[in-house]
């Protein structure tokens, strides 16, 4: 039972450079989220996909694309990364139902230099 | 937007002791979802504990149990006879029932330390 898988674990980038980080769960939901972690501010929503087809901005999308094909993909692209784009970023799904909780994957900690 | 405030940036506590998590948030919802998580240094987000806020009744899993206090829009959790493995980050989280994308809203996380 795989649940929510995010690759890479780690990445260092490049200031300018793109990457496209991974995440894909197995558990047939509809409702798929991306959140940055930094020190001391909680988890901030980047983008969110309520199914197939369709996203939607989060609370700091800037720098950000998302593209949703099928249920289980969701990935997430960095396009010229900026160092205020050094994080943890988690991968994050759900049933659409009030009292399903988030199932996370477990993060990619990405360096900017 | 939702706001979830957790006050405690840090907190500690003994070994076997007990330990109250405070998590306030503000809505104007009726129908919503109250969710503790925690993040030990794995990194890893696990969830400790639900609760609906229509039922009056405290949501207890194991040694975990939380104080919601609807009118004061308070959700603290309680962690009793505290365990080396209870040391994590602890996130309060606040879902919607009728935004777009049913989204979760997370306070800052508490930081709590067991002491041996």
């Known amino acids: 039972n795989a649940g929510v898988t995010q690759t890479p674990k780690f990445r260092i980038l490049k200031i300018g450079q793109s990457m496209t980080l991974q995440c894909a769960q197995d558990m047939n939901h509809n409702y798929m989220y991306w959140y940055r972690q930094d020190p001391g501010m909680g988890l901030k929503l980047i983008y969110y996909s309520v199914g197939a087809g369709i996203t939607d901005k989060g609370e700091v999308p800037n720098g950000y694309n998302v593209s949703r094909s099928t249920t289980e993909d969701f990935p997430l692209r960095l396009e010229l990364a900026a160092p205020s784009q050094t994080s943890v970023y988690f991968c994050a799904s759900s049933h659409g139902q009030i009292n399903s909780p988030l199932h996370f994957g477990n993060g990619t900690r990405l360096t900017v230099t | 937007a939702q706001t979830v405030t957790q006050s405690q940036p840090e907190m500690s506590v003994q070994e076997a002791e007990t330990v109250t998590l405070s998590c306030t948030y503000d809505?104007?919802?009726?129908?919503?979802?109250l969710f503790w998580y925690k993040q030990p240094p794995s990194r890893q987000m696990i969830l400790v504990i639900r609760?609906?806020?229509?039922?009056?009744q405290n949501a207890t899993e194991n040694r975990f149990s939380v104080n919601f206090q609807k009118a004061a829009k308070s959700f603290s959790l309680k962690i009793s006879d505290s365990q080396l493995g209870d040391a994590a980050m602890y996130f309060c989280a606040y879902r919607s029932a009728i935004n777009t994308g049913n989204q979760f809203y997370f306070g800052t996380g508490t930081s709590l330390t067991v002491i041996p």
């Open positions: 609760q609906e806020a229509y039922k009056q």
């Open positions: 809505t104007s919802e009726s129908d919503y979802y």
